[in-house]
């Protein structure tokens, strides 16, 4: 596509969402780029995206590395790195371990694909149906490139604030693995999320990539992010004010389930 500014920022945004679902807050970024051979442009495009998403959630840019390796890289392709340091203090880290029965599953709304199963979208998208980034997709109103780039959500602000008016129980990062992968590493043993499909609005890529590449449903589940981005899991007590603080924040919010007792498991989706 020959812009870089997304994956500087999607970097950030991806490690910002890693580290408050521990309730911590970013501090400062540092950045590490492998290259074949620095290409000015696309450097520049590399750290005006970083930048961006450190102002995104208020973190310093603090420092990188660019290292040539013409030996390990071919040439137009890069590795880029990230590494996000945060506080927060140890009583009020976020770690599931209260989670129980009964607790709510609130689901925050992605904007596509975010940075996960990628691999699995460039087979369905350039080798099975032999697009190319400027072909245009009537269904998804946006070419190819476009589709794909969409930058990754940072909810860093969005659940600090939410850390100021509720007790957040646990919360999960929907990245590889989707809701059943991410949500079960944060559930203590006798809990179950039972989650409920149909409680939240899927964005079109999803369906798209599902018929083109003829992907199993549950495939899909386990691939990617489905819509949902992040989920919180609080008391059924504090779900009204948790709603409205996500939704002053600009968050699309979805009651997409709740915690049931059983063998620790995520029933609903990827099953």
Known sequence: VGRHDTVGFDIVAHCGNDIVVQGAEPLFFLDYIGISKVEPA??????????????EIGC????GEIAELSDIYTLGEYDLVGTIVGAVEKADVITGEEIAPGDQLIGL??????????????????????????TYLPELSATVGQALLECHKSYVKSVLELCKVCKIKG???????????????????????????????IPP??????????????????????????????AADAVDDALKSLNASG???????????????????GS
């Open 42 to 55: 696309a450097i520049e495009g590399i750290v005006t995206g970083l930048a961006a998403g450190c102002r």
């Open 60 to 63: 310093a840019l603090i420092g």
């Open 109 to 134: 709304g992605s904007t596509g694909l975010h940075t996960n199963g990628f691999s699995l979208v460039r087979r369905i998208v350039f080798d099975k149906c032999g697009y190319d980034v400027n």
């Open 171 to 201: 919360i999960a990062h929907i990245t590889g693995g989707g809701l059943p992968g991410n949500v079960l590493r944060i559930l203590p043993d006798g809990c179950v999320a039972d989650i409920q499909k149909g409680t939240w609005e």
């Open 205 to 234: 890529i999803f369906p798209f990539l599902q018929e083109k590449g003829n992907v199993e449903e549950v495939e899909m589940y386990r691939v990617f992010n489905m819509g949902v981005g992040m989920v919180v899991v609080l």
């Open 251 to 269: 968050e699309s919010t979805y009651r997409i389930g709740e915690v049931v007792a059983g063998e620790k498991g995520v029933q609903g989706v």
